[in-house]
């Protein structure tokens, strides 16, 4: 073994560790959660001798994109504003094109973008003779 699978075997292993760790958390909060009530949507705190605890319940809602051209009509532009609003994202392959194709375009556009490094992510996968050998 050299330095590169020394150090692959250790993030396997602990990205093992973390998956379990995960479970774990996971079967010990559906436990806590089986013993409290929980409301649908919004947070409720609950006492025990030692501890406090706070539960909270989401709702997750998306927007029908295709429906939501009939619902702007029909609610009128203040409600409609007052239920949705506009999150404008950048599309990668959009901004792309313009640095690759369009350099004179993609100047401006730029002037309403900020880019930050993201996280770097690191795959390790076993290789075909190491799992013949096992």
Do not use: W
Not at 85 to 107: H, Q, T
């Amino acid at each position: 073994m050299n330095e590169i699978d020394i150090a692959a075997a250790r993030l396997i292993e602990l990205k093992l560790a973390e998956v379990k760790a995960t479970a774990e958390r996971i079967d010990a909060e559906t436990a806590l959660l089986l013993l409290v009530d929980c409301p649908a949507e919004g947070s409720k705190t609950h006492r025990g001798q030692q501890y406090k605890v706070t539960v909270s319940g989401n709702v997750n809602r998306r927007v029908d994109e295709a429906a939501l051209g009939a619902v702007r009509e029909r609610l009128g532009p203040a409600m409609f504003e007052r239920a949705f609003r506009f999150k404008p994202e950048v599309s990668v392959s959009g901004i792309k094109y313009l640095r690759d194709n369009e350099p004179e375009l993609y100047v401006i556009a730029s002037q309403a973008i900020t880019a930050t490094p993201g996280k770097s992510s690191v795959r390790v996968e076993v290789l075909d003779s190491v799992k013949e050998a096992a």
